[in-house]
């Protein structure tokens, strides 16, 4: 099916580790997104891409990197992970006129 | 700053009654609008949006939400409610040019009671 699918659907990470969460798209859209959903607070954008190669920071970006290689993937990682990053993450895409597709998201608990 | 405010944090609505969801930004220049709405465990879906024109606007899901730029203000309405409604509902604010950033709002937790 068509869509934005996230990986891994849940995680739990001991504080000070590392890891990858993954995001892939297959409706060629130029716009991907990776933002955090925390009760109470909605969802704040982490980072974001316009295409390959261009990257930039959202409204939360501090202890998350992000990198986009292909039209399709645009993986987040955690470089440090922490007990304030314990959220749940949504990445979505989308296209030239506001059509965002968001996966279903990646719940993170780090200890 | 860009801000949306969604003033209920739970809202209980008997099944059959209305319904309207409040939502309000501040935002430096006419923003596009939208509503999306997620069930548990599940990402976001698009009930409706706003770019331009009229101001009442028809989603899916037999939900309309109406613009009032004098009120800064884009409340989400539906005529009557499904047991199948209840969910969380975002009201959210891009801008009109450039990359299309989302501020959303905190949500409203909408309860269905029979």
């Known amino acids: 099916n068509a869509g934005v699918t996230q990986t891994p659907k849940f995680q739990v990470l001991k504080t000070g580790q590392s890891m990858t969460l993954q995001c892939a798209q297959d409706?060629?859209?130029?716009?991907m997104s990776w933002y955090r959903q925390d009760p109470g607070m909605g969802l704040r954008l982490i980072h974001y891409s316009v295409g390959a190669g261009i990257t930039d920071q959202g409204e939360v970006p501090n202890g998350y990197n992000v990198s986009r290689s292909t039209t399709e993937d645009f993986p987040l990682r955690l470089l440090s992970a922490a007990p304030s990053q314990t959220s749940v993450y949504f990445c979505?895409?989308?296209?030239?006129?506001?059509?965002?597709?968001f996966g279903s998201g990646t719940r993170l608990t780090v200890v | 700053a860009q801000s949306v405010t969604q003033p209920d944090i739970h809202i209980t609505v008997s099944e059959g009654a209305s319904l309207e969801l409040r939502c309000n930004y501040s935002y430096g220049a006419t923003p596009y609008l939208f509503w999306y709405v997620q069930s548990p465990g599940q990402g976001l879906q698009l009930l409706l949006k706003?770019?331009?024109?009229?101001?009442l606007v028809q989603g899916i899901k037999g939900f309309e939400a109406e613009f009032k730029r004098s009120q800064s203000s884009f409340n989400l309405r539906k005529p009557s409610v499904h047991w199948s409604d209840a969910a969380e509902y975002f009201c959210a604010v891009g801008p009109n040019t450039g990359f299309q950033k989302l501020v959303f709002g905190t949500g409203t937790r909408l309860l269905v009671s029979p």
């Open positions: 706003y770019f331009s024109g009229d101001t």
């Open positions: 979505a895409s989308a296209d030239g006129n506001y059509g965002y597709t």
């Open positions: 409706m060629n859209h130029e716009y």
